[in-house]
Structures are given as structure tokens and as C-alpha cells.
């Protein structure tokens, strides 16, 4: 099944229906992944080709479409970030939490990576990794199934201790 088949009202594990709300999240956060992935890719080929100001001829031209794309694709998962931001507020719980560190990684990943830009410091690509390994790490986990069908519908009460 492709991430476009899930829609609006997504299967979890085994068949499960899954509420529009919990589906519309995983769905997003799937597309935040695909887009760190790609933006972790151009930024790689971007440091293997070498910083535009750093090269000249066919590497120029290809550091500069493997920047420009980079950009491109975190002004995208800048937008994502407030989309899903959006629907884990409607959500709550586990589901706002894990928006709101993805939300807070990202800031941070793309913060340093202008400032990357800006000084050149290998520092602050170091720190722009790190924001992406934690939103990784965030969005991933929205994509994982809880322990309990309860914890994943956010219309079930929570069980009491």
C-alpha cells in the first residue's frame, strides 16, 4: 500500500481501523521522514561535491542543484512540521508531544543549517545533523504502533492504575 492509499482513514496493524485524527498524523509524519531522508541524501552529496564557493565547472553546477534541492525540501518539512503540529494539537497526549520535539528538532536543524550556511562552521553542521537525528527519532515514533489499542485511539478513556 502506497502513502497516498492511506487517506483519511488509515489501517494500523493487523487489519485495525485506525480514527481519521491518528491517521492523518502517521500520515504526515511518513512524509516528514521521506523528506529527511532526502534532505539527509542532497546534504551528503552536497558535502561530498563541496560548499558552490568550493568548486567550479560540473561540480559547481551540481553543488548548487544538490543545495537547491536541499533547500527546497526542508522548506517543505518546515511546512509539514506546522501541519502536524496542527493535527497532534487535536489529537493530544502522546500525539502533541511527539509533534511538539519534532517541531522543537526541526527548528533547530534548520537554525543551523542557515547558520551553516552563514560561517561555514562545521560546528553548526554537526548540530544541524543532530536536529535531524531527533526529528527522526520524534516523527518516527508516530509511526510505530503503541503498546495498547487504548493508547492509539485517542477517543478510548485511559486505563486507570
Known amino acids: 500500500m502506497s502513502a497516498a492509499?492511506?487517506?483519511?482513514?488509515?489501517?494500523?496493524?493487523?487489519?485495525?481501523?485506525?480514527?481519521?485524527?491518528?491517521?492523518?498524523v502517521r500520515?504526515?509524519?511518513?512524509?516528514?521522514?521521506?523528506?529527511?531522508?532526502?534532505?539527509?541524501l542532497l546534504g551528503m552529496a552536497v558535502n561530498l561535491t563541496?560548499?558552490?564557493s568550493q568548486t567550479s565547472g560540473a561540480a559547481h553546477l551540481a553543488?548548487?542543484?544538490?543545495?537547491?534541492?536541499?533547500?527546497?525540501?526542508?522548506?517543505?518539512?518546515?511546512?509539514?512540521?506546522?501541519?502536524?503540529l496542527r493535527a497532534g494539537a487535536r489529537l493530544g497526549g502522546r500525539w502533541r508531544r511527539q509533534a511538539i520535539t519534532g517541531a522543537a528538532a526541526i527548528t533547530v536543524a534548520v537554525t543551523a543549517g542557515i547558520l551553516t550556511?552563514?560561517?561555514?562552521?562545521?560546528?553548526?553542521?554537526?548540530?544541524?545533523?543532530?536536529?535531524?537525528?531527533?526529528a527522526l527519532l520524534a516523527y518516527g515514533?508516530?509511526?510505530?504502533?503503541?503498546?495498547?489499542?487504548?493508547?492509539?485511539n485517542p477517543a478510548s478513556p485511559a486505563p486507570e492504575i
Not at 492509499?5 to 492523518?24: F, S
Not at 500520515?27 to 539527509?40: E, K, N, P, T, Y
Open 50 to 52: 563541496g560548499p558552490p
Open 141 to 152: 515514533s508516530l509511526l510505530l504502533p503503541t503498546t495498547t489499542p487504548a493508547q492509539d
Open 117 to 134: 550556511l552563514i560561517t561555514t562552521s562545521n560546528w553548526w553542521s554537526y548540530a544541524m545533523a543532530a536536529g535531524f537525528i531527533a
Open 63 to 84: 553543488s548548487i542543484a544538490f543545495l537547491a534541492a536541499h533547500v527546497l525540501i526542508a522548506l517543505g518539512i518546515v511546512v509539514g512540521t506546522v501541519l502536524l
Open 5 to 24: 492509499g492511506i487517506g483519511g482513514t488509515g489501517r494500523g496493524n493487523a487489519g485495525q481501523h485506525l480514527p481519521p485524527g491518528v491517521a492523518r
Open 27 to 40: 500520515h504526515l509524519a511518513r512524509h516528514q521522514v521521506m523528506g529527511l531522508a532526502s534532505v539527509f
